[in-house]
T-cell receptor
Framework: DVKVTQSSRYLVKRTGEKVFLECVQD?????MFWYRQDPGLGLRLIYF???????EKGDIPEGYSVSREKKERFSLILESASTNQTSMYLC?????????????FGEGSWLTVV | AQSVTQPDIHITVSEGASLELRCNYS??????LFWYVQSPGQGLQLLLK??????LVQGIKGFEAEFKRSQSSFNLRKPSVHWSDAAEYFC????????????FGSGTRLSIRP
């Protein structure tokens, strides 16, 4: 089974702090995603990485950056956390660039910014 | 640009009753269509997907969905729901023009009445 692991399930951070959300996948997938999930808004794409060191902005990249130094690891960085970034963050991975391939999700990271 | 609409925010059905969750999409060509399920506090799991061939697609956990091009719909069905089906369900649409562009609907929360 594909496993996408988000190391932090629940975090509470202060406004202005730098926050790192880590994600690791064990299936050698080329593509990795970071989504944000908010009630009534579904999932919104923050960043997409199609391979190591390659990234593409999604629909809501403002306030976020990403790092993909190794194929299995994709990190989401909040340079200066704000209360409007309180949300559930979902990491996902997929084999290759075919949009018909299955996307596998981690269990999510609940971030509260106070 | 593609889009997806799930018109029902919350549905309650009795255990053993049939279920239909609605999904309408907007895309010029034949899209890639997905249904995902999210149990409370968890990531998303793929139920089924469609991108060509037979318009009635079978998925896991006894779910099926039917692609109707004339109605731009991809509704999810189950003949008899179980209490364990209580979850949030997301429809998603992808386009072959962009590997990263998987658009998720806002979700339908399913509750099961004993």
């Amino acid at each position: 089974d594909v496993k996408v692991t988000q190391s932090s399930r629940y975090l509470v951070k202060r406004t202005g702090e730098k926050v790192f959300l880590e994600c690791v996948q064990d299936m050698d997938h080329e593509n990795m995603f970071w989504y944000r999930q908010d009630p009534g808004l579904g999932l919104r794409l923050i960043y997409f990485s199609y391979d190591v060191k390659m990234k593409e902005k999604g629909d809501i990249p403002e306030g976020y950056s990403v790092s993909r130094e190794k194929k299995e690891r994709f990190s989401l960085i909040l340079e200066s956390a704000s209360t409007n970034q309180t949300s559930m963050y979902l990491c996902a991975s997929r084999h290759g660039g075919d949009p018909g391939n299955t996307i596998y999700f981690g269990e999510g990271s609940w971030l509260t910014v106070v | 640009a593609q889009s997806v609409t799930q018109p029902d925010i919350h549905i309650t059905v009795s255990e053993g009753a049939s279920l239909e969750l609605r999904c309408n999409y907007s895309y010029g060509a034949t899209p890639y269509l997905f249904w995902y399920v999210q149990s409370p506090g968890q990531g998303l799991q793929l139920l089924l997907k469609y991108f060509s061939g037979d318009t009635l697609v079978q998925g896991i956990k006894g779910f099926e969905a039917e692609f109707k091009r004339s109605q731009s719909s991809f509704n999810l069905r189950k003949p008899s729901v179980h209490w364990s089906d209580a979850a949030e369900y997301f429809c998603a649409v992808g386009a072959d023009s962009s590997a990263s562009k998987i658009i998720f609907g806002s979700g339908t929360r399913l509750s099961i009445r004993p």
